[in-house]
Nanobody, 118 residues
Framework: QLQLVESGGGLVQPGGSLRLSCVASGFTLGSRAIDWFRQAPGKEREGVSCIGSSGGSTTVKGRFTISRDNAKNTVYLQMNNLKPEDTAVYYC???????????????WGQGTQVTVSS
């Protein structure tokens, strides 16, 4: 069974940092491009970042950095200088191929809540 599990969310003050983790089971994460998405209440889901199997990445948010450790079957999202508008549920998803060019996904995590508030 293919599965992704996110962790690392929580409550943080504006200007703070969090590192989210996305751990894969049931498949070799290293063979897939992995995305982070987020969805705030009342808003559409938006893409945050994608990283290919070889480490090439694209990031929409300049304060965020995506990375991966294929030996640990894990992808990370480092988020710095967080703002209240970053409050959302963050999801990771596996593309069906090794690069961010593949435009379909076959596995999604359940999400982790990030709340930025003073």
């Amino acid at each position: 069974q293919l599965q992704l599990v996110e962790s690392g969310g929580g409550l943080v003050q504006p200007g703070g940092s969090l590192r989210l983790s996305c751990v894969a089971s049931g498949f070799t994460l290293g063979s897939r491009a992995i995305d982070w998405f987020r969805q705030a209440p009342g808003k559409e889901r938006e893409g945050v970042s994608c990283i290919g199997s070889s480490g090439g990445s694209t990031t929409v948010k300049g304060r965020f950095t995506i990375s991966r450790d294929n030996a640990k079957n894990t992808v990370y999202l480092q988020m710095n200088n967080l703002k209240p508008e970053d409050t959302a549920v963050y999801y990771c998803a596996a593309r069906t191929g090794p690069t961010c060019i593949f435009d379909s996904y076959d596995t999604w995590g359940q999400g982790t809540q990030v709340t930025v508030s003073s």
